[in-house]
């Protein structure tokens, strides 16, 4: 960007994907983000769900996710790669009382590194950090963790993809979605791993998206009920 750009406000829309098994929280990750609430009791997503939203990264940075949240079941497996392709940002959620999620995670993230874009952003995310001081529930231990992420890192910086010698780095963060806790650092943290050069100067053209949440389930019924009737 150029100086003269400097004191403009700028914009930049990017698409989101949320992948995982089925019930690690992803869509509570989701609903927690847009909406800062949570469903005990929500139903497993069904093939996928479309939803904005928007932020300000600082006075003068605009940012508009368009989050696409996967179905986990297994039968909807097949469909993911309709949903990540041209991702800018994926983020591969486990349940940290789930050691069989965590592995499934791996699994994502080997086909990311296969499918996604060079410049993928990926951050693993351990949901439910809320249950780590009951007693019934064996939190994953961080150091089972970050010594995949050493691997994988080490594997991606030898591998023929990276011929400049440069690795995959996949950031990790812990969170809740039942209580909150760092969901607004996960988006916060990856908005600032955007790529400066994705943003424009905003213009009169984003100012419609400014409010940014959309309910693709709602879409239709919001339009048959602002129709004309006359």
Not at 46 to 66: H, M, Q
Not at 189 to 216: C, H, M, W
């Amino acid at each position: 960007m150029t100086d003269n750009n400097d004191n403009l406000k700028r914009f930049g829309q990017f698409k989101l994907v949320l992948l995982g098994d089925s019930a690690v929280g992803k869509s509570s990750i989701v609903t927690r983000f847009v909406k800062n609430s949570f469903d005990e009791y929500r139903e497993s997503t069904i093939g996928a769900a479309f939803i904005t939203k928007t932020l300000d990264l600082d006075s003068l940075t605009v940012v508009k996710f368009e989050i696409w949240d996967t179905a986990g079941q297994e039968r909807y497996k097949s469909l993911a790669p309709m949903y990540y392709r041209n991702a800018q940002v994926a983020l591969v959620v486990f349940d940290l009382t789930d050691l069989e999620s965590f592995k499934k995670s791996q699994k994502w993230i080997e086909e990311l590194k296969i499918q996604g874009g060079d410049d993928l952003i990926i951050k693993l995310v351990g949901n439910k950090l809320d249950l780590q001081d009951d007693v019934k529930f064996n939190i994953i231990d961080d150091d089972i963790v970050n010594e995949y992420l050493s691997i994988l890192e080490n594997n991606s910086k030898n591998s023929n993809k990276n011929i400049d010698g440069t690795s995959m780095k996949v950031e990790y963060i812990k969170t809740s979605a039942k209580s909150g806790e760092n969901i607004s650092k996960l988006f916060q943290l990856i908005a600032e791993d955007l790529p400066v050069e994705k943003f424009k100067v905003q213009t009169d053209e984003y100012s419609s998206t400014r409010e940014g949440i959309i309910n693709l389930n709602q879409l239709k019924n919001n339009y048959n009920s602002s129709s004309c009737n006359c």
